[in-house]
């Protein structure tokens, strides 16, 4: 339960860092300070629900668009989370929204690889350290 937990507190907080990393790089990437965790959650939720069906009808109908899965999935969250509540906002027309899309799938992707090492590494020395046979100290 704690290791669900911590991957959920890491998918949370990678897509926070990707949003706010797009906001700082696009200029029409606009982020309010009280709209924000909605617009957070709104883009995890749109992400974790509607990435395996994408996966699954893309599987179905057009095998090699496997690999645009995730984009396809950030793209909606964002959309998603643009249109509900006044956290997030992109303006400007079609190049914003690409380039956000592509930020964002991007910081994530790579925060949920690195953020694991770094959260569940210690659980994993923890556990190491008991069952090493050493004296404690």
Known sequence: MVVFLIRTGIFLGSAALGLWVASL???DV??????FLLAVVVYCLVQ???TPFILKMTRRYANAFIGGVGLV???LGLLLASLIGD???ITGG???WILATLVVWLVTAIATLVLPLIFLRNRRQGTGRQNNGAAPA
């Not at 606009?30 to 709209?35: M, Q």
């Open 25 to 27: 790089l696009i200029d």
């Open 30 to 35: 606009h982020l309010t300070v009280g709209g």
């Open 48 to 50: 974790w629900i509607l």
């Open 73 to 75: 999935s950030a793209f």
């Open 87 to 89: 956290g997030l906002s």
């Open 94 to 96: 079609v190049v914003p």
